[in-house]
């Protein structure tokens, strides 16, 4: 079903081995290149920059190329239908194809943009195909429209095994077991987030299990992109402030204060604040940093549920006892961390923080501090202040 | 990719007998780190305590009074540096490496505190009185001053920015900003100059060989700086006879960065100049067309636009074959 060549992956794969191991220091450069030379990738594979110029001018030459054709188009009414945008859609669709397949382009910025913009149009195409007839009869198209998306995102997840269209497809899937269970009724709305919570639970499991074998290999980035999605939705199911939004939501009550009528509350207070460090001692158990980063993340968010409905302290004291706990937790990790222990370790290991790595973080330190630092010298005396900012946001 | 590949490897004489066991070590006891994790906590940590107590002196000023809190963001200041200094290592003309994760940090934090003690001295005591010019300027010195000695790279973007922000106050004085006059080109030409100067740091860096990884940031800035501000000036002189000047300030420029670029192999660059240099080159199609008016300059545009963008992913392709073959 892939595209790609797979030996070819497969020789990616094996030389992206060799080079961590080469940067680690296992493996010296000159039993490095014969591993390359034996194992050789065909693939068109532009650095990040290069790809991001070439999605853009790629995304540029696209829709003056479309637009171009719509005017020629515009005299015989044939655009004003949704039979248009499926008609550029399969267009694009069969040049990505053709394109791929004859150029070898690999995450070239080209592929990516003709993707997207495939995506793009046979969406819009399904959303005008069935919203038009439904105005005033309800979201009763709501079910067959994400059903759609879902079959052709899932097509494009996998004939280029692109993470992020694997994210839109496991979103999607929940949309439809939403919109299905909706249809059960009040019931339906009642155990919505126990629905949710089930597959959620039980895509985990599976990414999980399919992620070992041999077979999935091509897909390993998207499977893990698939259980951080479902392992952060099984979680917001559970959320109390998502559930009271969904119940308000669902029961058409509008509202600004706190919601009302939410049956089992105690429970799923538990659920927002003990899940995530659920997720944190398995990740730990496991020595699995995905399950603990995403785990300290809805730590924040449970944090932040927290303060949304108890307004326990002043937003500044939270921020300076929160500031405070952050630094002492990583002075005591690094302490305590000094000599490796568990299989754990505070120091880069695989020395990613390279030189570029370095280079970006330095550039996201001088636009998240420039101003805060700025504001107290120069307040209203020189508007043009955030100039510099604004050379590093349009870098490209 | 399992063992197994690397034993095979091992058995067919590509992997020597060291580089195998040290593989084979790796493997058995891979360690799992928390280096990033670590690294986000300081730095949010950081953040969170500078806005957090921000934002209560602010509330208390009144009752607080201003030499307390002078003397604790002293304090604050005072203690990072000790630290800073104590774990430093000796000034290298080359990159040093940082003793831990926690130094780069404290550093910073030390560098911040700094700044708002400096920035609350004049707000409040007004220490440099109306002259605006020293009071960013001996912050400029200081950040440029500990980027070097501590080779900080995030320190030394503040200090770039501050550079911009200093030459941007010495230009336009108070009052016509005060009385809503001041001339534009007076900015553009400002930060033209700013641009160029960090561009001429950069290239000097590079050439003296100080600190030879700072160069990448003044280079970042000034490509940004002098061919926006070369655009903008070309966009406000629009109707004046030299406008084009500034438009093969612009090829003139990216041409020199890009001969540099090359060189260096760095594609960010490259691309980045070859976006300006369509940019001007669009404007340019679009200022000869503007007399030509009906459905024939429409269709010269659409083709521009779906032409240029497959000329320009040509030309891209070839250069990154040629910058990897290099």
Known sequence: MIIYNKTWLNNLQIQQEAEQLHNAGCLTHDELKPIKEAYPVGFYMPGPFARTGLFLLTCVGTSFSFSFLSLMMSSSGIIDSFGWFLFLGLICTIALEVLVKSKHYYRAGINDALMWIAFGLLTVATGWMLGVDNYGTGHTHYLPTSMIILVISFYFTLRYANTIMSIISCLLLFAVVFFTWQQVGSFGNATMPFIIMIVAALLYFQATKLIKKAKQRYYEECLIMVQIVSLVILYLAGNYFVIGYLNNMLNNVVTDGPPTGIKLGPFFWAWTMLLPLLYIIRGVMKKNIMLIRIGLVLFAVAIFTFRTYYHVMSTELAMIIGGIALLVIAYTITRYLKTPKHRFTHIDIDNTAGSDNLKLEALFTAATLGHSKAAPTQTDRFGGGNFGGGGTGGGF | ?326
């Open chain 2, 1 to 326: 990719m399992d063992q197994e590949f690397f034993k095979k490897l091992h058995a067919e004489g590509t992997i020597s007998d060291e580089s195998y066991s040290k593989i084979e070590q790796r493997h058995a006891n891979a360690l799992v780190s928390v280096h990033f994790e670590v690294r986000t906590f300081l730095y949010l940590g950081i953040l969170l305590l500078t806005t957090g107590l921000g934002i209560v002196v602010y509330k208390n000023i009144d009752t607080i009074g201003h030499q307390a809190i002078l003397a604790f963001i002293a304090l604050i200041t005072i203690s990072c540096f000790f630290y800073c200094y104590k774990h430093k290592k000796p000034f290298s003309r080359d990159k040093v490496q940082t003793p831990n994760s926690a130094f780069n940090y404290l550093l910073l934090l030390g560098t911040l505190s700094f700044l708002i003690f400096v920035g609350y001295l004049q707000y409040e005591y007004t220490v440099f009185g109306s002259n605006y010019g020293l009071a960013t300027f001996i912050p400029m010195l200081a950040l440029f001053y500990i980027a070097y000695d501590f080779d900080h790279m995030g320190i030394l973007n503040l200090g770039i920015t501050n550079l911009g922000i200093w030459m941007g106050v010495s230009v336009t004085p108070k009052q016509l900003l005060l009385s809503n006059t001041f001339n534009s080109t007076t900015i553009i030409y400002t930060y033209l100059g700013f641009g160029l100067l960090l561009l001429f740091l950069g290239w000097l860096t590079g050439k003296l060989q100080i600190k030879p990884h700072f160069k990448f940031s003044y280079q970042h800035y000034g490509l940004h700086v002098s061919l926006i501000s070369l655009l903008a000036g070309y966009f406000f002189l629009y109707d004046s006879p030299f406008a084009l000047l500034w438009l093969a300030g612009v090829f003139v420029l990216s041409f020199l960065i890009y001969r540099d670029a090359i060189k260096q192999r760095s594609f960010y660059f490259i691309i980045s100049v070859i976006l300006y240099s369509y940019v001007a080159l669009s404007s340019l199609l679009f200022r000869g067309l503007t007399n030509i008016n009906g459905d024939g300059a429409l269709s010269i545009y659409f083709l521009y636009f779906i032409a240029s963008p497959i000329v320009l992913i040509l030309l891209l392709i070839y250069l990154n074959k040629k910058i990897k073959k290099a």
